[in-house]
């Protein structure tokens, strides 16, 4: 049985019983189970017992966003043939999903089976707390837990300052984990390390913000090309072009992405709750349960604001984040719709085909 001999040479890659099991349909069938460790044109490279093999993604939905292979997917590959192909994926535990652009509604699957978001923040650069939140709000919904790296740490060489670029962080990132990293002296390396020693890892964030030279820290080896930030803006050259799924020495897994330019929220309103979940416990001490913390009496969250207790930055961002999330989701809902009218518009024209095509029968006998 494939499952049985996979776990040895899977095991590193993430391969679980409930992965074995998961798999036994296909198994039946003699065909392979592989983790997608990159994607692109269509294709992918997959890693199995057999070793690493490239695989043609066609038959599993091409044309939706949400359902193509990414990385981080167990796939079942065939085991032979030219081109081979991936017949299927199994049910994702988790899934990083973002929406394609601010135009249109469609959601994209970054990464797959993921167990620690790993959000990199260059400390090159003044801190954008608002894009943080962005991040962890995503990465939230997506099921895995979020982790903030504050990378280039070097850069700050006052403890004191690196204390307070720290704090404020944690003040947006509650329930998160918030590690200063310098891959040049190693600092904090040990810490983030030991994080993504278990389980699969995503390493998101913009480019510049050291994500592949963090990748080739954790692997101890320059597996990913690092280019040279720009001075001016901190900005990267988009290093890394696809997504790429990669075995740590310590144990766990790493998937690096490309630079994100921009990170549209999808259907992420549990992740903005947990994001600002601060305002979300104030607001059940509102009067009102249907509360819009604008100018309603007794309004905890306003009240939370006078007193200092809530940063208005923080309530801002969080009003923004859900104004977006809202029309995304109205525009996906408005696309469903309208979808759902033109089967039924073509269902109706094919039944009154039919019946045109009865009727004509009938006259002729």
């Not at 065909?31 to 990159?38: D, H, M, N, Q, S």
């Not at 592949?212 to 988009?238: I, P, W």
Request: hydrophobic residues 40%; aromatic residues 4%.
């Amino acid at each position: 049985m494939h499952s049985t001999s996979a776990f040895s040479a899977l095991a590193p890659h993430g391969w679980d019983e409930a992965w074995a099991e998961a798999f036994t349909p296909y198994d039946a069938e003699g065909l392979l189970p592989g983790r997608v460790v990159r994607v692109d044109r269509g294709q992918c490279d997959v890693v199995t017992a057999d070793g690493l093999l490239r695989a043609d993604t066609a038959f599993v939905a091409p044309h939706d966003p949400m359902r193509v292979v990414c990385a981080g997917d167990w796939v079942a590959v065939e085991p032979g043939g030219n081109p081979r192909y991936v017949r299927a994926y199994l049910p994702r535990r988790t899934a990083f999903v973002r929406s394609t652009s601010s135009k249109r509604s469609e959601g994209q699957i970054l990464a797959a089976n993921v167990d620690h978001a790993v959000v990199a923040v260059s400390l090159a650069v003044e801190l954008d707390l608002g894009r943080i939140e962005r991040f962890l709000a995503l990465a939230w919904e997506s099921g895995a837990q979020p982790v903030v790296v504050l990378s280039k740490a070097d850069l700050v060489p006052d403890a004191v300052t690196l204390s307070h670029l720290v704090q404020d962080v944690e003040t947006s990132a509650p329930g998160v984990p918030v590690v200063p990293v310098s891959s040049v002296d190693g600092d904090g390396l040990d810490v983030l390390a030991a994080i993504v020693g278990g389980g699969t890892s995503v390493l998101l964030g913009q480019s510049g913000a050291g994500k592949s030279t963090l990748a080739n820290a954790l692997l101890g080896e320059d597996v990913m090309t690092v280019q040279a930030t720009r001075d001016a803006d901190g900005k990267g050259r988009h290093t890394t072009t696809t997504r790429n799924l990669l075995a740590l020495p310590g144990g766990g897994v790493l998937i690096d992405t490309p630079g994100l330019r921009g990170v549209g929220l999808w259907d992420a309103e549990t992740g903005v709750g947990q994001v600002f979940s601060e305002i979300e416990e104030l607001a059940g001490r509102c009067r009102f349960h249907d509360c819009a913390h604008e100018a309603e009496p007794g309004c905890a969250v306003l009240a939370a604001i006078e007193t200092g207790e809530l940063p208005e930055r923080r309530l801002d961002s969080y009003r923004k984040l859900l104004r977006e999330n809202r029309r995304i989701v109205a525009k996906t809902d408005a696309r469903l719709r309208a979808e759902i009218r033109k089967d039924w518009k073509r269902k109706g024209a094919m039944g009154r085909a039919a019946m045109e095509a009865k009727r004509g029968s009938h006259w002729r006998s």
